[in-house]
């Protein structure tokens, strides 16, 4: 399964962009990069995602390398309520057709004021 | 806007007792995921469905746990029986499953084991 690589923590202050990277080299040609963020004690929220083309929707921007091996989320005007656990996925296609969504260990994202 | 719902929210269970958790994934959503997330780390998958079906379960410690989704729709999952080790958030995520599409995560049934 193709895995990814965060940075274990950053920290962003209030009102700058926030630029999350993630490395995923062995991500095959079909398979597609996903973020979710997870605030402390809820479920994984859906942030974005993309496959080759550079992403954006009202939460945040999704560049994708040419090479498709890293990408990078950006939170365009961070605030204090983006401080949480950003996690970085390739979405696998498995033998019986469905998707599997394997997670990493995320980055921790601390939004100072 | 429709949601993944999970019950309990909350389960304090003594080891060696069984415990079941609940899941009523989005309407239409044939694949249904169970995932466990101890403190600190990322979830892991337990167990994939698609509608009834097992498609995963490589990870689901079978000896205590089980996993079912009779009518294809909503899902139990149990321990039996609890060890101290099972404390841990167990999620559950929905999807349609198409190319374009995202899964959806309920908020979570937080275990503790004593």
């Known amino acids: 399964d193709a895995k990814t690589t965060q940075p274990t923590s950053m920290d962003c202050a209030e009102g700058r962009a926030a630029n999350l990277p993630c490395n995923h080299s062995?991500?095959?040609?079909?398979?597609?990069v996903y973020w979710y963020r997870q605030i402390h004690s809820q479920g994984p929220q859906y942030i974005i995602h993309g496959l080759k083309n550079n992403e954006t929707n009202e939460m945040a921007s999704l560049i994708i390398t040419e090479d498709r091996k890293s990408s990078t989320l950006i939170l365009p005007h961070a605030t204090l309520r983006d401080t949480a656990v950003y996690y970085c996925i390739v979405r696998v296609h498995t033998t019986s057709g469905t998707y599997k969504y394997i997670f990493g260990t995320g980055t921790r994202l601390k939004v100072l004021a | 806007e429709a949601e993944v719902a999970q019950s309990p929210r909350y389960k304090i269970t003594e080891k060696s007792q069984a415990v079941a958790f609940w899941c009523d994934p989005i309407s239409g959503h044939a694949t249904l995921y169970w995932y466990r997330q101890i403190l600190g780390q990322g979830p892991e998958l337990l167990v994939q469905?698609?509608?009834?079906?097992?498609?995963?379960d490589s990870q689901l410690p079978k000896d205590r746990f089980s996993a079912e989704r009779l009518k294809g729709v909503d899902s139990t999952l149990k321990i039996q029986p609890a060890e101290l080790g099972d404390s841990a958030m167990y999620l559950c995520?929905?999807?349609?499953?198409?190319?374009?599409?995202?899964?959806?995560f309920g908020q979570g049934t937080r275990l503790t084991v004593v």
């Open positions: 469905f698609q509608d009834e079906s097992v498609v995963d």
């Open positions: 995520a929905s999807s349609q499953d198409q190319r374009g599409t995202e899964a959806f």
């Open positions: 062995t991500i095959s040609g079909n398979e597609y």
